[in-house]
């Protein structure tokens, strides 16, 4: 197989382009940390438009003979007892040899967030690759130096070809990284068109993730490794089906109905398509499917309304992307502190998990307590997204707060959220993928506020609704988000009533 190494000049940066015959039977793909999710939503969506290009190339490259190494690090011990975990694990070592020293001035740093000025702060839940990629029985899945190492030497493997993510972090700092193998003698390359940098968004500046992902590119290509264009270099050969697009229109930066992007004003949204420069992009805002008469995406624009987006991509009239969505959710305005707090009332009525026998024996289940003033629903003080409050009522959804109506109430007001706390604990990162809630609040039977779904770490949602005049009572409900309650603590933060003036 005949591939286009890229490689760039330490100074000047100019690429110069060598071609190089490799065996396939001594050549390996090693495929890192492609997870089914990432702390950073944008990053996330970023994942995940490598896949379908990335399924094409490992199939191709497993007929040709080449071995497959799956190196999900973090989830790699979710897949045990899979025949690419155990052949792995129990494959013989040998000894390492002394590493080579590579020297390197370090790879240039996103900040660890691809979503531009909203930072997301952690969203938990990467617990396998994604699914879109399939593991055959033949391949492979090391997770340590030691034993990548002792499989290639076993094997008369001697190039390895890296792509998946993150490019500068976990292709350099994992010990399957690029950086060790290089180290151990062996010729690593990395896929350029099959990774993404832990990225940078800045749209004041015009830095794109996919800009800052090229910047990182070089950097290789001038210090460590020589790069190919894999897709490019299968399709030389004859071997890529042609017609078939691969790639999905970019967003960012990006949320999913469970997590949308959450913003206060308004955001900058960019389409790119990095391996279709010609492609003309067409997008909606109103959850449409978008065609060639939809509007044709001419750079960044600003989006400032709750919207669901989807684009496209054509060239001379035929499809040559994958359609993308994306959910952005816009924050009501800060609503103003309560003049009576939810926790200095009497609700007349409370209801939550468990069973409820009758409308006036409530009992709750085991995991869950009543409501919690001033606490969260494990007694502990209430957090949200790193910061702590003093005033407000913890619950477990589903969760039903009624209070009556007074006359002077003119407002009812609320910050709502997830409460953070289970970060404290141990494993409290991989719990923190199962909390999810949506708050509602309603008004004599009528919904008239209500949250996207909440997970932990979010931005509190903003409550600040108005009360008709004769309005009787208000029912503060928090939901499980239709996917059950597991961790699902809800805190209704600097909640109560403002008073008519
Ligand atoms: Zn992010």
Not at 315 to 321: A, S, W
């Amino acid at each position: 197989m005949e591939f286009n190494l890229q490689r760039r000049d330490p100074q000047s940066g100019v690429a110069s382009i060598s071609r190089e015959n490799l065996d396939p039977r001594q050549t390996a793909l090693v495929i890192v940390d492609m997870w089914n999710w990432h702390w950073c939503k944008t990053s996330t969506q970023r994942v995940g438009s490598l896949v379908p290009r990335m399924a094409e190339v490992v199939a191709r490259s497993r007929e040709m003979g080449m071995t497959i190494f799956w190196c999900p690090s973090d989830v790699a011990d979710n897949y045990v007892g899979t025949p690419a975990y155990e052949a792995a694990f129990n494959a013989p070592k040998r000894p390492l040899p002394a590493l080579r020293k590579i020297e390197c001035p370090p790879a240039p740093d996103g900040g660890g967030c691809t979503c531009g000025p909203e930072r997301c702060q952690g969203n938990y839940g990467w617990d396998a690759m994604n699914p879109d990629l399939r593991v055959a029985d033949t391949d492979l899945m090391p997770n340590d130096l030691e034993t990548l190492y002792s499989i290639c030497r076993e094997r008369g493997i001697t190039h390895l070809i890296y792509m998946g993510v993150h490019t500068q972090v976990c292709l350099l700092g994992k010990s399957i990284g690029l950086l060790n193998l290089s180290k151990a003698g062996f010729s690593c390359l990395l896929a350029r068109d099959l990774t993404d940098a832990h990225g940078m968004y800045d749209p004041v500046k015009k830095i794109t993730p996919d800009d800052f992902t090229a910047r990182v590119v070089e950097h290789f290509e001038k210090y460590l490794a020589a790069t190919i264009n894999f897709a490019e270099d299968l399709r030389r050969a004859g071997r890529w089906q042609q017609a078939r697009p691969v790639d999905p229109v970019r967003v960012t930066p990006w949320g999913v109905p469970a997590r949308p992007h959450l913003f206060p004003k308004e955001i900058t949204v960019t389409l790119t398509t990095p391996w279709q420069p010609q492609a003309e992009i067409h997008y909606t805002l109103d959850g449409s499917e978008p065609g060639l008469a939809s509007a044709r995406y001419t750079g960044p624009f600003q989006i400032r309304e709750t919207t669901h987006l989807r684009a496209m991509a054509w060239q001379n009239g035929e499809p040559v992307c994958l359609p993308s969505e994306g959910f952005f959710a816009r924050l009501p305005e800060a609503p103003p502190m309560p003049d009576i707090h939810l926790a200095d009332l009497t609700p007349v009525r409370v209801a939550g998990p468990g069973h409820s026998p009758s409308s006036s024996d409530h009992r709750y289940s085991p995991v869950s307590s009543p409501p919690q003033k001033d606490r969260s629903n494990r007694q502990a003080g209430l957090r949200l997204r790193g910061q702590d409050y003093q005033r407000g009522m913890g619950v477990h959804a589903p969760n039903h707060l009624v209070y009556q109506v007074k006359p002077e109430y003119a407002r009812f007001v609320a910050l709502a959220g997830v409460d953070e706390r289970i970060l404290e604990i141990n494993n409290g990162s991989n719990l923190a993928k199962y909390p999810s809630v949506v708050f509602k609040v309603i008004l004599d039977g009528r919904c008239v506020a209500a949250s996207p779904v909440m997970k932990i770490s979010e931005v509190p949602w903003r409550f600040n609704v108005p009360i008709p005049p004769g309005s009787r009572q208000i029912s503060l409900v928090a939901t499980d988000a239709g996917d059950g309650n597991r961790e699902d603590l809800a805190n209704w933060v600097n909640a109560g009533f403002v008073g008519r003036r």
